[in-house]
């Protein structure tokens, strides 16, 4: 190509005729916008209520409900509601697919952190396959492994605390105005 192409000028391009947007082959480098301060204190405090509420539950029956990944789960759900990791589909089934592989891993290799990893590792991978992308899952596998659990009073729990979390994401999306509905798909 000679120099004298990019020196001549170029016809001008319609001005109603709609670009074909970049694609540089990279995701954005710009984070999410900010939330607005009514925003965010509505997801803490529904949030926080969740969270109450499993340890509420948990005292009643004296069984630990609240587990670290329910938490992690609680802030997908109120803080990115529009997100395939906290639609319900990927919340509950995502869990159970926790329990299930860690409850797998720990019959055949014993409660250690090398078979927790292992654990967490295939959850990751159950849960793709399975499209119920939900990170927390890989944790609840890890707490499966190291904890060991009474899988006949764990399951049915985290069962029933996914199921609080969905239906509270339910509720509070539709107390506060302009609140972005949430679920975007049940299942």
């Known amino acids: 190509m000679s120099t004298d192409f990019a020196l001549r000028p170029q016809p001008a391009s ?7 947007p970049k694609r540089s082959g990279r995701p954005s480098a710009r984070p999410s916008a900010r939330p607005t301060a009514g925003a ?17 539950i948990g005292t ?23 997100q395939p990791p906290a639609q319900p589909r990927s919340l509950v089934v995502g869990h ?31 849960t793709m396959v399975a499209r119920t992308p939900h990170a927390p899952a890989c944790a609840t596998a890890v707490v499966v492994v190291l904890q060991t659990p009474a899988s006949g009073r764990f399951v049915p729990l985290l069962l029933g605390a996914t199921v609080l979390l969905a239906l509270t994401g339910f509720a509070a999306s539709r107390i506060r105005r302009g609140t972005p509905r949430y679920p975007v798909y049940w299942w």
Do not use: K
């Not at 965010?40 to 509420?56: C, D, E, M, Q, R």
């Open 40 to 56: 965010a204190l509505h997801s803490i405090i529904a949030a926080t209520a969740v969270l109450l509420g499993l340890v509420a």
């Open 96 to 126: 159970l697919l926790g329990a299930v592989v860690g409850y797998g891993v720990l019959a055949m290799a014993n409660s250690s952190p090398w078979a927790a990893a292992v654990a967490g590792g295939v959850t990751l991978a159950a």
């Open 14 to 20: 319609a001005p109603d005729a709609p670009r074909p």
């Open 60 to 82: 009643m029956i004296h069984e630990p409900v609240l587990i670290p990944p329910l938490a992690a789960s609680a802030a997908l759900v109120h803080s990115a509601p529009s």
